[in-house]
């Protein structure tokens, strides 16, 4: 198995004038967590779309498992077990907690077309989603309707759904987004936890949590990577702590 | 059981009991009225498939209902003119057998639907309801200037078509036809709805990224709906062919496809029986109000006003409140 699972290679986009991604060229490797950090309008979403598929880029390739994948709609990525979650949550807030996991389970088996069999009885389906909620800490919370969690549980519940996907790889864009001290620390556990599974990669803008998990760090700005390095290396690199970290570290 | 459930019920019981009273007090008109709501009914089952699972806001939901009306309108012009459809390599005979002309109605508006989809899910908001109300109006326009089937006149049909072993000239009989279509389409729509297919177009509708997320292609989600839907709208264009032995391209109309909008929106968008309580409303209104006045719309359109702006979940949400999801 190649060691290196997830890769771009010189991705390139452009919005009109503004360069959003300049030849970035990443790796995510089996059993780490790459953070990628960086001031916002940096680029980070936008280079989660393009590894994801929702975004094209103008030049570049993305690997995924040792294929390239840059032709392939987002959904044949997540057929792969490519696996992300959105920087803002994007869940069906008018289903259930479990309804939300089901789908998730129900896209990994490729099976949605049948039209007369009941989803909820589905044990397959089910095991798989509610061992994903279970994970989640959200169990208890399987038949609440979405839209009634809280921010926090929300954030966990994009986690849960990307878990029942049998992901190869976590692609996330700002899991601990909003959440409060004691939710980035519930959430950081968790994502610890779940880097055995899969390597992910982490855009992050929470520091404390960026240093707790990371592996590897790489900071962007203005759509450049312009270093890579272990937590410690970052921390001591003088450009970045020009660029973005200010005195904060 | 909960309000809805209860609600649902007694809408049934309604149907069984009313004609049933109207056979005993010898009101055929009436038993009339109740199959042409039952029909409007069915059409509308068709449109919240597409509008209540998919988001869909078609308008032009009467192409299907008029393909639906044209092909019992063909086959049975040519049934009873004994010329064939086709006379060439083979031969192609018309029918008056419901059950043929029904898989005809329901086959060749999926296909229809298939088509229509493929070029307006392109789009989506405001510019796909442009593009089916565009279909609609090609469908409209081809059928007037179509003279080999009555063109603008329509299409006439002496007798009702067949159904082995009942009698449809009966008006009691034809309503139980056009009944149990009605039933079988709000279970298999009430089963669609659970199922995996439903689950994935529900969240399809609410947030597409997030069902792309999960490796399934929205579009194609919305495609096989509007497929579905297409097909039962077809099924209850046949059955209102059957019911005026008439057919003609008003059937194909814009305000043909509005009206289908406004029974699921009267009776509640998404609501299992909101096609029911919004053709029953708006057929009994046409009857009572339209003998008093002819500009009983305006009340109809003072209805609408309020249930669009007061209860979005239709008369059967102002009754019932707030759907619940059910796991
Ligand atoms: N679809 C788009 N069209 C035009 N400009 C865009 C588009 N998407 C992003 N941008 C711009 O590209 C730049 C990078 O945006 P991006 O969302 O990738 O930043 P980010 O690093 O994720 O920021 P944040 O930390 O705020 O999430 C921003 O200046 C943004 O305004
Ligand atoms: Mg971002």
Known sequence: MPDTILRTHELHKAFGALRASEGISITLKQGEIHAIIGPNGAGKSTLIAQICGALRPDSGRVEFLGRDVTALPTEARARMGLARTFQTSALAMEQTVLQNALLGALGASGRPWRFFSRVSADQALRDIAESALHEAGLLDFAQTRTAELSHGQRRQLEVAVALTLRPRAFVMDEPMAGLGAEGSKRLTGFLDRLQDRAPILLVEHDMDAVFALADRISVLVYGRVIATGTVDEIRADPRVREAYLGDEA | ?327
Not at chain 2, 149 to 173: A, C, H, K, M, W
């Open chain 2, 1 to 327: 059981m909960s309000r809805e459930r209860l609600l649902n019920a007694l809408l049934l019981a309604g149907l069984v009991v009313v004609p049933g009273w109207a056979l005993w007090a010898d009101e055929p008109f009436t038993i009339t009225l109740a199959t042409r709501a039952v029909i409007f009914a069915l059409a509308a089952v068709g449109l919240n498939i597409a509008l209540g699972m998919g988001g869909l806001v078609s308008l032009g939901h009467a192409v299907f209902f008029g393909i639906g009306g044209y092909a019992m309108g063909v086959l049975a012009s040519h049934a009873q003119s004994y010329t064939p459809l086709y006379d060439g390599l083979f031969t192609l005979e018309g029918t008056k057998a419901m059950p043929v002309i029904w898989l005809v109605a329901a086959a060749a508006s999926a296909l229809a639907a298939w088509l229509i989809g493929l070029l307006s899910l392109r789009t989506s908001g405001v510019y796909f309801i442009m593009i089916t109300l565009a279909f609609g109006q090609m469908a409209y326009f081809f059928a007037i200037s179509w003279p080999a089937y009555g063109g603008e006149d329509g299409l006439s049909i002496y007798v009702r078509n067949g159904f082995p072993g009942l009698n449809t000239l009966d008006p009691i009989q034809f309503y139980g036809i056009c009944l149990a279509w009605l039933c079988l389409a709000l279970w298999g729509h009430a089963r669609l709805r659970r199922s995996p297919f439903g689950l994935a177009l529900d969240a399809a509708r609410q947030v597409p990224a997030r069902v792309q997320a999960v490796g399934l292609d929205p579009k194609r989600l919305y495609l096989v709906a509007l497929v579905i839907s297409g097909a039962v709208t077809g099924l209850s264009g046949a059955l209102f062919a059957d019911l005026n032995r008439f057919v003609s391209p008003s059937m194909l109309s814009w305000q043909m496809s509005g009206e289908i909008m406004v029974f699921v929106i009267i009776g509640g968008v998404a609501r299992l029986f909101g096609p029911v309580v919004g053709a029953v409303f708006y057929v009994a209104l046409e009857h009572w109000l339209g003998g008093v006045s002819d500009y009983w719309q305006i009340i109809l359109g003072v209805v609408l006003l309020a249930v669009v702006l007061f209860g979005r979940g239709g008369l059967i949400g102002l009754v019932c409140g707030k759907e619940r999801p059910d796991a």
